[in-house]
């Protein structure tokens, strides 16, 4: 026991000059003579409940009980008695007078009267959150009667308090004693201070103080009739006046009313006891109370009954009073969640209840189980959490996604589960926007990098997409040293079409980040490729991104033309691009196999693809070119003699065939400052072609496969003439072989095709045998072209 020279309670907010607690302001109900304030730790500030009982001297029987209560509350343990944390008793003199004053201070609770008023539960709602209740006091009272052989003496309304969480707890302990049944020469009181019970809560020979036949009385019989006082008391609204009126049960459920007139038997040896109230099926069944039980006993689930459990949660949590869920079920959620004893499905009912709280509450309540969440192992968990990033994700700070989220993020851009890489990227359209310039350029791209390279298509496309997304987070210098290489070099010449439509659209979202000279340098030449591409949809973006660029261009240069001065980069001409790009359809969720049914395309258009690069490419092919490298690598160096550029299967940094002279980082892109900027191979190819002149060849013999053009039309014009002259294409850098014709062919000069008739092939046919028996000798080749009886492609 402490004693402090001075101490005063009076009024709200003032208390204790050495306890560590403040005291607030009072409640307006208590047990007995006690006094119930609200009150905060003076350490860090949290919320505690503080009981004061005063007393004119030591000897004050009213102190003795509640001495009694401090010391049977400070060791009788159990999860629906309420919790002690402190008592001191402290003496005040005032003149002549003393005064002495007991302390206890518990977790921070309220008297069940009060919180019934506020919460204002009706019907079905109230009756399964009293049952709920009812259950909780039931187990305390059973767990003293039973197992501590212990009497409470005055279980009432008064007696309960409630936590913040809605649960139902039970103290007053000033009047809690042994039960000495087997003491038969005990003659005296059982319960010293039973005089602090009213004569309404006391059963007919507790009133008659007839201790010999409470003696003989099974331990429960006190408390039993006690809890039929509480059941009265709750379900009729008021506290209990007399002893007669317990036989009004007009607002007693039928399903509980049985085992009520049981708990109140005139005969002390034929009352219910406290345990076998528990196993009412009928009336402690309801969504409510069969919810919260299963919480409490989750670890002793097995997976099987946790997984249909949490995909019926959030279902069952609309119908439970919204009170209820959110201080109740919320904290035992997120608790299950954080220990590892819920499964994945539970964070999607956790996302749906924390839906229902203010923002300010969400981050205190939600947010800390959340980030604690993405240390998980789990791969089920790390999906969900990704999943649903979108619902938490505005509501974290900068420092704790850039410092706790992101680290365990980033793990699942190399993870081997190709969904998990998609998800995590995507993921980064959320969080990207709150990540430091030192994690965007030296982390996140670097991760970006490889993933578009990445063997799942769907995975390029996207992080075309994300790049095109964030490009406003980026600084300047990082911009210019990366999205043009991403988008060109990488996006355009993927061999799957929809990510080449990405970086068509990544480039008009971007377009105000370039300036004239790279929009006509290095995009256009590279985009114009594209309006020939085998996809419809991509030669569509193709003409609009051409028409957009050549709209800034031009802009530009009537500015310019103008004397005005602005920023080289114009609004954009395609109002679909203006935003956010939308993610491209997902391989990984298409209905049968995406990959197989790209391949399939792939395959099926690769003969047309050859015979186009037949009739178009300037050099000898061998073999029909693959759909990667007769379309996706035409670029500003298909002009030239060039080889093609790597695959995006490779690992190479966006900087490969861009720039010369700088070393290639695995790691990512061309992250070098760039100097000014030079004119690209094609458009060195395109101001040489325009300064070389233009010479007519001769005309070839009669068994040339070339068309022949008439000798005195070529010379009845001169070169200075020719209108094309000075923006001719270049010869060829290589000319086929001619063939030997048979004397039997046509002239060009009679065959009226022959001014659009196709070049003949430049690759040998291999020869065929004309017998498919062993013993058939092959015929011998026969040399020159042979003329086939088929509709020329012109037509």
């Not at 809560?201 to 103080?209: C, D, G, L, Q, R």
């Not at 309801?286 to 009954?305: A, G, P, Q, R, W």
């Not at 050549?550 to 033309?561: C, D, G």
Request: charged share 20%.
């Amino acid at each position: 026991m402490f004693n402090f020279l001075k101490g005063v309670v009076g009024g709200s907010g003032t208390g204790l000059k050495d306890l560590p607690y403040n005291v607030g302001d009072p409640y307006p109900s208590a047990w007995g003579s006690w006094i119930h304030y609200r009150g905060t730790s003076k350490d860090d500030g949290s919320q505690v409940s503080i009981f004061a009982l005063c007393g004119n001297n030591a000897q004050d029987g009213h102190l003795a009980a509640g001495r009694n209560g401090v010391k049977r509350l400070r060791t009788v343990r159990h999860p629906n008695i309420l919790s002690f944390l402190h008592s001191t008793e402290v003496e005040t003199h005032d003149g002549s007078t003393s005064k002495v004053t007991i302390y206890i201070v518990t977790e921070p609770v309220m008297p069940l009267s009060d919180k019934i008023k506020e919460l204002g539960l009706k019907a079905t709602q109230r009756d399964e959150y009293f049952a709920l209740g009812l259950h909780q006091i039931t187990k305390a009272v059973s767990f003293l009667n039973n197992d501590c052989k212990l009497v409470h003496g005055n279980v009432c309304l008064a007696s309960v308090v409630v936590t913040p969480t809605l649960d139902w707890k039970l103290h007053a302990f000033d009047v809690l004693s042994e039960f000495d049944g087997s003491n038969g020469s005990a003659s005296g009181p059982m319960l010293p201070f039973e005089w602090l019970v009213g004569t309404q809560y006391k059963p007919m020979e507790m009133v008659k103080s007839d201790w010999v036949a409470i003696r003989k009385s099974p331990p429960w019989a006190i408390d039993s009739w006690g809890l039929g006082c509480l059941i009265y008391e709750l379900f009729s609204g008021s506290k209990l006046g007399k002893t007669e009126e317990l036989r009004n049960t007009v607002g007693i459920p039928k399903s509980l009313l049985p085992d009520y007139q049981r708990l109140l038997s005139s005969m002390p040896s034929r009352r219910l006891n406290t345990s076998k109230l528990l196993e009412n099926g009928e009336y402690f069944q309801n969504k409510l109370v069969d919810t919260i039980h299963f919480m409490d006993i989750l670890n002793l689930k097995d997976s099987v009954e946790k997984d249909t459990f949490f995909r019926k949660l959030p279902n069952v949590a609309e119908q439970l009073p919204r009170e209820i869920v959110l201080k109740k079920l919320l904290p035992l959620l997120a608790s299950s969640l954080e220990f590892g004893s819920a499964v994945a499905p539970a964070l999607t009912a956790l996302l749906k209840m924390g839906s229902w709280l203010s923002t300010e509450d969400f981050k205190v309540k939600v947010l800390p189980t959340i980030v604690k969440l993405f240390a998980s192992n789990d791969r089920a968990i790390r999906v969900s959490l990704l999943q649903h990033v979108d619902q938490f994700g505005e509501s974290m700070s900068g420092q704790i996604v850039d410092e706790q989220v992101y680290p365990h993020v980033a793990t699942g851009f190399a993870d081997t589960s190709a969904f998990l890489r998609e998800l995590t990227l995507k993921s980064m359209l959320v969080l990207a926007p709150k990540l430091s310039q030192r994690t965007l350029s030296g982390s996140l791209l670097k991760y970006l990098s490889k993933l578009q390279v990445d063997e799942e298509p769907a995975i390029r496309t996207n992080t075309t997409i994300l790049l095109g997304n964030i490009a406003t987070y980026l600084n300047e210098g990082t911009r210019k040293r990366v999205l043009i290489n991403a988008f060109t070099v990488r996006a355009l010449r993927d061999t799957f079409p929809p990510a080449r439509g990405a970086g068509i659209v990544a480039l008009c979202a971007t377009s105000t980040t370039y300036d004239d000279t790279e929009i006509a340098t290095k995009i256009l030449p590279n985009v114009v490729v594209l309006t020939i591409d085998q996809d419809s949809e991509v030669r569509s973006k193709a003409f609009q991104a051409v028409e957009q660029f050549l709209q800034i261009l031009k802009h530009n240069y009537e500015k310019t033309n103008a004397g005005e001065t602005g920023a080289t980069g114009g609004a954009s001409a395609i109002p679909e691009t203006a935003g956010l790009i939308g993610w491209a359809m997902s391989s990984l969720t298409l209905k049968g196999k995406p990959l197989d049914q790209a391949s399939l395309a792939s395959s099926s258009s690769a003969p047309s693809l050859a015979a186009a690069a037949a009739s178009n490419a300037p050099s000898t092919v061998t073999e029909a070119p693959s759909v990667r490298a007769s379309h996706h690598t035409r670029s500003n160096s298909d002009f030239t003699d060039q080889p093609a550029p790597p695959s995006p299967s490779s690992t190479d940094g966006w900087e490969n065939g861009i720039t010369e002279g700088h070393d290639s980082d695995n790691d990512g892109w061309d992250l070098d400052p760039i100097d000014e900027p030079k004119p690209s191979p094609a458009l060195s190819n395109i101001q040489a072609a325009q300064k070389r002149p233009v010479s007519q060849p001769s005309r070839p013999a009669a068994t040339s496969s070339r068309p022949k053009i008439s000798t005195a039309k070529a010379a009845a014009k001169s070169e200075d003439d020719d209108l094309w002259g000075s923006i001719a294409a270049p010869q060829p850098a290589t000319t086929s072989r001619p063939l030997n014709l048979k004397k039997t062919v046509q002239s060009d000069d009679e065959d009226p095709w022959a001014a659009i008739a196709a070049p003949p092939p430049t690759t040998r046919a291999k020869p065929l045998s004309s017998g498919r028996g062993r013993a058939v000798k092959p015929a011998a080749p026969k040399l020159g072209a042979q003329r086939i009886n088929r509709t020329s492609s012109g037509m």
